[in-house]
């Protein structure tokens, strides 16, 4: 079996922060999940609102914008899916958007980078990790170029996240302009009454103006500073080498995602203006994808990025396909794979071969043996660090985000999720997914029980702080 290597900087972080959750977690009493619960009643089920650039559509606007997405493919699928959207709450729904997947962070820092150098109102971006060197420095030069021009320019990155970028460094940011709020300052004394270590935001996106968002796995961090594909077998992979993935989105769905940024400002009392956004720029040709925006957090009564993927899951009938950093996601969610994989569902997830995370890494592994004996397919990826958090089921449903499959995300984190509908996004989601399993190991239910006592011991600690993890 594959030995976890020491990570820099970004794993030392998380390291920090599960240490300080899981003191305080266990202090505070455990967290929970929803309780799993038996199909919704017809009657109790929410329902499909569809909005457009000017806010909710016709019923006849509506009903062409379903028509559209139900005929890109598969028909059945794709009116299941939505039906199980309904499910677990409104199925509020944003039409005529453009997407653009960006694998690792070359691709997704030059896409971003150009939309800050354009940003002609205002730039909101929040992050997890905000780092002081290599393309965060590049970032931040640009944040404070695009302030100097008078655009409003607003950030908010995790207090714990962040933890070892020098004070220093968020200052000269805003002495140069750009409104800075730390979330959840460590000292309390910091901004009085906005203080609580165990709520983290784990959320990565950046909105400019109302032209363009992105969200998905990528912080603005050093690692990132190179492609992870074609360098498998190298050494160095794991410091220059994240696989992860961002989406690039344009349309209407764009403000939704602002207003996330805008409700934690508000509600985390941070200070400095967001300002407006510019006129939109003379519409180019509208997109085709419907997306729903996901953003969850911990005060909720319930996680809904988490319930729409078990309902999703439990909803399969073709497969099943995780891309995920960190899996360590409690027996309710393992037994909804593994009852997939044996009705027939090809159930297939591209996971870590190495962590910046000991811990939450050794607790996924901990069910290994139970979902290869159900028929799930595990591969690992080895020759890069796999940050991405996205999944592809039954071609219909994708979703990319910053949620992992784990209780950290659940229960303790804010985190942000896109989910997009139909046949043409999910084609192009299954074939990332492809790329990535066939760069990745296989792991063999007879291969797996062959591995050491270490690694049996170190899975059975995992587990027992897996809700900490």
């Known amino acids: 079996m594959h030995k976890t290597r020491s990570p820099q900087t970004p794993g030392l972080r998380r390291l920090c922060s599960l240490a300080m959750a899981s003191l305080l977690l266990a202090l505070a009493g455990c967290s929970s999940l929803p309780p799993r619960t038996a199909e919704v009643p017809p009657e109790q089920a929410g329902s499909v609102t569809v909005s457009g650039a000017r806010g909710p559509v016709s019923p006849t606007a509506e009903r062409k914008a379903l028509q559209g997405l139900v005929n890109e493919g598969n028909r059945d699928l794709a009116i299941h899916h939505l039906k199980t959207l309904t499910a677990t ?70 207090a714990v996240g962040s933890i070892t970028t020098p004070d220093a460094f968020f200052k000269r940011l805003t002495d140069g302009g750009v409104a800075v709020c730390a979330f959840n300052p460590i000292n309390p004394t910091q901004r009085p009454g906005y203080w609580g270590l165990t709520h983290r935001d784990h959320r990565k996106l950046l909105v400019v103006d109302n032209d363009v968002a992105y969200t998905g796995g990528i912080n603005i961090s050093r690692v990132y500073g190179s492609s992870s594909f074609g360098r498998r077998g190298q050494e160095g992979a794991l410091d220059d080498g994240w696989r992860d993935t961002q989406i690039e989105l344009r349309g209407p769905v764009v403000p939704v995602i602002g207003e996330v940024f805008e409700t934690t400002w508000r509600e985390q009392g941070c200070k400095g203006e967001l300002g407006q956004p510019a006129p939109q720029k003379a519409a180019a040709e509208p997109g085709k994808r419907v997306v729903k925006v996901i953003a969850s957090d911990p005060r909720d009564p319930e996680n809904r ?25 409690g027996t309710d969610f393992v037994t909804a794979l593994r009852k997939a994989a044996e009705r027939g569902v090809a159930v297939e997830m591209v996971l870590p071969g190495r962590s910046d995370s000991s811990l939450a890494f050794h607790a996924g592994r901990s069910y290994y043996d139970d979902l290869l004996s159900s028929g799930v397919r595990i591969y690992q990826m080895e020759h890069a660090l796999m940050h991405a958090k996205t999944a592809v089921i039954d071609g219909v449903f994708s979703t990319v985000g910053s949620s992992n499959l784990d209780w950290l995300s659940f229960v303790a984190n804010s985190e942000l999720n896109v989910i997009v509908l139909g046949d043409d996004f999910g084609a192009e989601m299954n074939r990332l997914f492809e790329r990535d399993r066939d760069a990745s190991q296989p792991v063999t239910l007879e291969e797996w029980r062959q591995r050491g006592l270490s690694d049996r011991a170190m899975e059975t600690l995992s587990r027992m702080l897996e809700r900490f993890l």
């Open 89 to 158: 709450g409104d199925a509020d729904l944003h039409q005529g958007n453009r997407t653009r997947l960006l694998v690792d962070g070359p691709a997704t820092f030059a896409a971003m980078k150009t939309a800050i150098a354009q940003a002609r109102g205002r730039v909101l971006l929040q992050s997890y990790i905000v780092e002081d060197q290599g393309v965060a420095a590049e970032v931040a030069e640009l944040l404070l170029a695009r302030a100097a021009q008078g655009v409003k320019v607003a950030m908010i990155y995790d």
């Open 305 to 329: 990025i988490y319930s729409a993927l078990l309902a999703a899951v439990d909803a399969a009938q073709v497969n099943v396909r995780f891309t995920m950093a960190y899996f360590a996601p």
